[in-house]
Every structure is written in structure tokens, then in C-alpha cells.
């Protein structure tokens, strides 16, 4: 039995030492060495605790989580303007995850006697997976996002996704671990090589690969590319006073149409507003005789070859006999029922308008998670104007075409994060990546700048450039290469205009997603079942 030693303080270094170094990897302090030390003090602590502690397990959870808590709440603290429940509770289930990797990874080493990285770093990534796909999906702080502010050292994203990111932190962290806890046991020759393999193969190596692929990338400005000439309305209206309640409907939608006027002419091809430019509750059943839509199609006749793609705050009426889905909510005193979305209108002359319902809603704002656990609690539900409440939704992407069939992909918001999500568009046709968004609720903090900067990497993704339209917080262009070609400022009224490169080609990542997730799956599968032969083989031996 281990002798226990009292060493709770230097556990408590190593465990806020890991959540400085990956805050500090992050927007707004951007020191992007520091994600590749990060979780060292964190393997240090882990092995520290299993040699020290009887109630290991125990211990290297607490610690893990605090560290992991502590990273949370530094980088994405920004919540708490929103709402103080919902960032507490963003914090406690966006951690709780991170930490089921560290504590399959200390179970193994304690079965075995020596570290398990690939146990480890297939955990993680699965980890990582879990929080594109489950109802409490928040993948804000996927390792791999951390590139996003300097997208030119991971141009091979385009194979590999933001999952390739996360892949490459915690390889170099674990390598430096291990050049660490062997230093002293080695001679002075044998800790050069070792540092060299690390510099060379693990850092340089894919920062080389990067600047390669940028050398070679194809520029999109000869005789045959084709152009779409777009403009980005940004209105900068408050969210708080203004956007739900200050202003009416059509005074916002006049604004958002006289700030695309400055820009328009004969050439223009596409005007996008932002997320629910159209709010107060538009009903879809009788979308075209709407107020707000009189007063697009009413511009469109002066400008006929524009199509509009917009944010609209709509809803859909059931009647008593029809089926509805289970986000469906009854109208008072009726029998009838309603379900209520954040969606998009594409709208134009000569086509039937188009709508598209957000797919990947934001738990707790949006949708209710598991409702047939947490259904008692929707009346609480976090109510960031529009629609409160769990929404309906279309379940899978959509892209909107012109009469040249030149689609562009409507993506509402927070699903600009999810990247095989994005590149569902793209593998339906979308040659433009449209982010329809409203960034002010969070104030003048990182939270618009990070949700910016996450969109260059689904550029690199898919290779695709994005027009991104923000009520507030930044709008602008960004290449296919992840690279911001024009962009509006923080709390003003913008309308920029660009003329956007068409691509057709799709990436290795477009057309096979998130395929390092599903092989280190396949991998954790193996490691699982080889822990739970150590322990009943070990039970096996205890009874005999």
C-alpha cells in the first residue's frame, strides 16, 4: 500500500498551471506556443497522484476537473453576459466531459504500471466527437479551434479537419512529457536526439506540410474563374434594446435595406442580412403574404437580378389533425399546435421563396437536452429574444440556389463551430459558405472574436470562401484559405461588398468528414476492451 503524502499544494500548481497555458493559448491573449505545454503539468500531476495517493482515482479527478473547469471559465467567461445560469451551466457540462479521457487514461496506467497514451489521446479525440454530436453539444473548445486566430499553420486542415489540430496538441504535449520524465535517466547525446525528433517531426514538420500546401495553392484569379458580387449588411443593432423590443420589425428591415442600397448596382448578385433580420414571429404557412416579405419583394422589384439571403424569426401553425413534431407547442386556448424556429429565407423574383430551419440549436437557449429527462424544466429555458423555448428544425443542412444554380449554404450561427456540419453544405452543392449571425449578446469581449476566427477554419475545411453577416460583432469576407480579405468593426453599421471567387472542388475533409474521430474510435474501442480483460482478470485472480 502506498505511504499517503500531503501534497495537495503542488497539486493545485499543476492543476491551475494547466488552465493558465491553455487560457493563455486562447483569444484574446493569442500565445499560441502555450497549447503545446498546456496539459504537460496535468500528465505530471496524474503521474504525481497515482505514486502518492491511495484514493488516486479520487484525486486525479478532482484536480483534472479543476484545471479543466478553470480553462472553461477563462476562455468562454463571456457567456456569464448572457446569462449567469446558462454560462455556470456551460462551464460545469462543457468540463465534466473533458475529464472521462484523464480518468480512463489513470485507471489504465494504475492497471498496468507505465502511461497509456494512446488509450489517452484516442479518449480525447472521442471526447471531442461526443461534443459535435450529443444534445449538449458545445465543441467551442475542441483543442484544434486554438489555431484559429494564425490559420496559415494548419492549412492541412483541409485533409484533416479542426480534429487534426487537436491530434497534433496532444501528441506534442504528451512528447514533451515523456522527454521530461526521461531526462535525467539519459545521457546528454540521447536527450538531444529526443529533442530534436520533437522539434523536427512534431512541431516543424506540420507547420512545414502548412507552408507547403499554401506554396502550392491554386490562386483563383484567371480568365475562367467565375464571381459572385455579394453584399454584407451589418446593422449593429442592440440585442438588448433595440433588435427585440426598441425598434419595430420594418423599421430595422428599412435600415438593414437602405444600408444595402449604398452599396448595390446592376452587377450585384446577392445581398445577405443577418441572423433574424426579419424577427417578430413570421407565419411560414402564409410566408409570401407576410409584412416583412411585401417590403423585400417591394425592393427586389427595383433590383430584379438580386436574390436576399436573410435571418428570419418564423413559426408554423398545425392544424388539430395534423401530425407536428415533438417540438411542437399548443396555441393557447386552441387546438391547434405551433412550432417555432431560427431559420433563413432565401427570396428573389423569379423563385418560390426558400427556407431553411437551424439545425444545430444551442442547448438550453434553443432546444431542451434530452427532453424526455429535462422536459419539466423547458419553461426556464434560456430566452435570448426571438423565440425562447426548443425549436423545431430541419435535421440536416440545406443550400440555396439562384436561377445560375450558384448555392450558397445558410449557416445560422452557432453552427458555424460544427465542421462536418459545414461541409455537409458544401458536398450539397454550396460553393459559398453564408454565416448569418448575432454576436452582440455577449458585449465587447472575446466571444465575437473567437466565433469570427472559427469560421476561417471551416474556409480551410472545404476550401471555400464565406461571407459572413453579423447583426453585430464582425462581418465580413474570408478566403479559402482562412485569410480575412475585408471585415467590419465592433459596434458599428457596415455594408461591405466584395466580388467572391466561385469554387467547385471538394477536399479530402468535404467529402470524408470527421475521419480521424471515427479511426481513434475504433482505437478507444480496443483500449476499453483491454481494460475491462485487466480487471476481470484481476477480479478472477482475487477470488482464487
Known amino acids: 500500500m502506498l505511504p499517503v503524502k500531503n501534497n495537495h499544494v503542488a497539486y493545485l500548481i499543476l492543476s491551475i498551471s494547466t488552465a493558465i497555458l491553455l487560457t493563455l493559448a486562447w483569444q484574446p491573449f493569442k500565445i499560441l506556443p502555450l497549447v503545446f505545454i498546456g496539459f504537460v503539468p496535468l500528465l505530471m500531476l496524474e503521474k504525481k497522484i497515482r505514486s502518492e ?7 486525479v479527478f478532482v484536480y483534472t476537473w479543476l484545471a479543466l473547469l478553470l480553462w472553461n471559465i477563462g476562455t468562454v467567461y463571456w457567456i456569464w453576459n448572457a446569462s449567469e445560469g446558462g454560462a455556470l451551466a456551460a462551464f460545469v457540462i462543457n468540463s465534466l466531459p473533458m475529464v472521462l479521457p484523464f480518468m480512463l487514461y489513470h485507471r489504465k496506467n494504475v492497471r498496468s504500471g507505465r502511461e497509456n497514451y494512446v488509450l489517452l489521446i484516442s479518449a480525447w479525440i472521442a471526447m471531442e466527437l461526443l461534443q459535435f454530436h450529443w444534445d449538449l453539444a458545445f465543441p467551442w473548445l475542441q483543442l484544434g479551434n486554438v489555431f484559429s486566430y494564425l490559420p496559415a499553420t494548419v492549412q492541412w486542415y483541409e485533409y484533416t479537419g479542426v480534429l487534426g489540430g487537436s491530434l497534433w496538441i496532444c501528441a506534442v504535449n504528451i512528447q514533451l512529457f515523456r522527454l521530461l520524465q526521461y531526462w535525467t535517466q539519459l545521457t546528454r547525446q540521447q536527450n538531444m536526439n529526443r529533442v530534436f525528433n520533437l522539434v523536427f ?92 416579405v411585401h417590403l423585400l419583394y417591394s425592393f427586389l422589384k427595383v433590383h430584379p437580378n438580386v436574390s436576399i439571403l436573410t435571418g428570419i424569426d418564423s413559426y408554423r401553425l398545425y392544424n388539430e389533425q395534423e401530425p407536428h413534431p415533438a417540438t411542437a407547442r399548443r396555441v393557447r386556448d386552441e387546438p391547434r399546435f405551433f412550432d417555432a424556429y431560427n431559420a433563413a429565407l432565401f427570396i428573389n423574383n423569379y423563385d418560390s421563396p426558400e427556407v431553411y430551419h437551424k439545425s444545430k440549436l444551442v442547448p438550453g437557449v434553443e432546444k431542451m437536452p434530452y427532453p424526455e429527462v429535462f422536459g419539466f424544466i423547458e419553461k426556464y429555458a434560456i430566452n435570448l429574444g426571438g423565440t425562447g423555448g426548443s425549436l423545431g428544425s430541419d435535421g440536416s443542412s440545406k443550400v440555396f440556389n439562384n436561377k445560375h444554380k450558384l448555392g450558397l449554404a445558410p449557416i445560422i450561427c452557432y453552427e458555424s463551430v460544427f465542421a462536418e456540419f459545414t461541409a455537409s453544405y458544401v458536398q450539397k452543392g454550396a460553393k459559398i459558405l453564408c454565416i448569418i449571425t448575432n454576436d452582440g449578446w455577449w458585449g465587447n469581449t472575446p466571444g465575437y472574436k473567437q466565433h469570427f476566427d472559427y469560421g476561417r477554419l471551416r474556409a480551410i475545411e472545404n476550401r471555400r470562401y464565406i461571407a459572413r453577416a453579423a447583426n453585430t460583432g464582425i462581418s465580413g469576407f474570408i478566403d479559402d484559405q482562412g485569410e480575412v480579405m475585408v471585415r467590419s468593426e465592433w459596434w458599428t453599421e457596415s455594408a461591405l461588398r466584395m466580388r467572391v471567387p466561385v469554387l467547385s472542388k471538394q477536399t479530402f475533409y468535404t467529402e470524408h468528414g470527421d475521419w480521424i474521430a471515427y479511426l481513434f474510435l475504433f482505437i478507444l474501442g480496443f483500449e476499453l476492451i483491454s481494460l475491462w480483460r485487466g480487471s476481470f482478470q484481476k477480479q478472477q485472480n482475487q477470488k482464487y
Open 201 to 292: 517531426f512534431y512541431l516543424l514538420t506540420p507547420l512545414f506540410l502548412s507552408g507547403y500546401i499554401l506554396l502550392n495553392h491554386e490562386p483563383h484569379k484567371d480568365i475562367n474563374t467565375t464571381y459572385a458580387d455579394i453584399i454584407l449588411v451589418q446593422p449593429n443593432l442592440d440585442p438588448y434594446n433595440d433588435k427585440f423590443g426598441g425598434m419595430s420589425g420594418e423599421e430595422q428591415l428599412r435600415k438593414m435595406l437602405l444600408l444595402a442600397e449604398s452599396k448595390i448596382d446592376s452587377l450585384t448578385q446577392f445581398i445577405i442580412l443577418p441572423e433574424t433580420a426579419l424577427q417578430g414571429g413570421l407565419e411560414e404557412n402564409n410566408l409570401s403574404q407576410q409584412p416583412l
Open 53 to 59: 495517493q491511495r484514493d488516486s482515482f479520487m484525486w
